[in-house]
Structures are given as structure tokens and as C-alpha cells.
């Protein structure tokens, strides 16, 4: 069996973010996982040179730490595969909003970059 000892709960706060959240709080809760949340922020490239503010809070969750954090970034995917890699995050947790087609090919998918390219399991919901 896999051990999980860092959950990231990715989130947009859309209907299918949040619909994730109650499965990655379980997950952690039943593994004993810290918990991290993370939004990413999209912003427009900018000057290498700016620093990039990331926000992060921690909550106590009845002993387990969540740690919330909002990272600015001009692409979703790559930050959350960062943020993983930097937590050592054992598994991802993410909604998904199931485009396909057109929409998809338009808007891209960031469910499907992290799939992809993320250095741990990733569960979409």
C-alpha cells in the first residue's frame, strides 16, 4: 500500500474544485496526511526579475496541520506540478471539469497536464 504523508488539494473554487475537497480532507484525515491547499493565481508573465509573492496560511484541523496557499503564476499546471514537487506531495487531488473536444482544445486542460507531467499519484474526481 501507498504511504501518503502530504495531500495537495488543488483548487479554483469552481463546483468540480470543491467537489474534490471532501475526498482529499478524508484522504488525509485517514492516513494521517497534512493537508495543502493550493489556489493558483493567473497572472500575466512578468519581469523575471519581480519576485513572485506566494500567500500561505496554516489551520489546525484536530492535530493535522492544512496549510493554505495562493501562488501567482502565469499558467495553472506547471505551478501546481511545482508546488507538488516542493511538498513532496504524495498524491494530488483535483477536480476536473471534463471538456472535451473543441473546448478542450481551446482551453487546454490542466487536469491533464498534471497527469502528465506531476512527480506523484494524482487523483481526479
Known sequence: ???IRT???TTDQSEHALAARPLAEALAERHGADLYELTVQIVAPVDPS???ESETTRMDRGGRL???MTRPAPSAGPAITEVAAEIGADVIV???HGRGGFDRVVMGSVAEYV???APCAVLTV
Request: glycine residues 6%.
Open 7 to 9: 495531500v495537495l488539494y
Open 1 to 3: 500500500m501507498i504511504e
Open 66 to 68: 492544512t496549510t493554505r
Open 50 to 52: 519581480t519576485p513572485t
Open 94 to 96: 483535483m477536480g476536473t
Open 115 to 117: 497527469l502528465r507531467r
